[in-house]
């Protein structure tokens, strides 16, 4: 399974290249360090979706001693490491380029790309090759765009909500949020593992 990991970033080695300049690029514009964050976790793991579905590289996967949930694991698992890449080379950047940022700036970019990859991940198996990657990525950029206004729309419409969670303490909040982004992420590998297990190649 290790080798599934390596292998992704093998395959992304010219890629790569574009990744630092990109992250310099959020920290010039001074955006908010967690959408920094977000942006840097997502970058390795949808570029390999994208790059599977333009080469038909489970074909491939299929062929080779690996068993599908082994393949589903590397995918899953990989998100986790290559989020704790990014977040080491975003908060190297961005203490070079000496930009303050906090760990629940972290904490928040983390969770949301967790989100993110759970809601996400089982759509390139669902849906046929062809557009779903450049969906995502276009839903994502009016996301990050578009969000911020959503939530502050409801956050003075929807009182009752808005009141219950500053009621609670910052440690209950955090390990709220901490629990349901676990579970939505565990619910979507065994979603996606049951999808990819029926499919045929």
Not at 55 to 73: D, F, H, Q
Request: glycine share 4%; charged share 10%; proline share 3%.
């Amino acid at each position: 399974m290790f080798n599934l990991i390596k292998r992704d970033l093998i395959l992304q080695k010219r890629q790569l290249l574009i990744y630092i300049p990109c992250i310099l690029f959020f920290i010039i514009m001074d955006k908010n360090p967690a959408l920094t964050f977000l942006f840097a976790s997502i970058i390795i793991p949808f570029n390999t979706y994208y790059y599977d579905e333009k080469a038909e590289t489970n074909i491939l996967l299929n062929s080779l001693p690996y068993t599908r949930k082994e393949i589903i694991a590397s995918r899953y698992l990989g998100a986790i490491v290559y989020m704790g890449l990014s977040i080491v080379v975003t908060s190297t950047a961005l203490f070079v380029f000496n930009k303050p940022f906090t760990i629940t700036e972290i904490a928040i970019g983390s969770g949301l790309f967790l989100l993110f990859a759970a809601f996400t991940f089982p759509l390139f198996y669902i849906f046929k090759s062809g557009h779903i990657s450049t969906v995502i990525i276009i839903s994502f950029i009016l996301l990050a765009g578009v969000g911020p206004h959503i939530v502050s729309f409801l956050a003075k419409h929807l009182t009752a909500i808005t009141d219950f969670i500053a009621s609670l303490s910052v440690l209950a909040l955090y390990t709220g949020a901490a629990a349901v982004i676990v579970i939505l992420y565990a619910a979507s590998w065994g979603v996606t593992m049951v999808i990819y297990q029926r499919k045929a190649f």
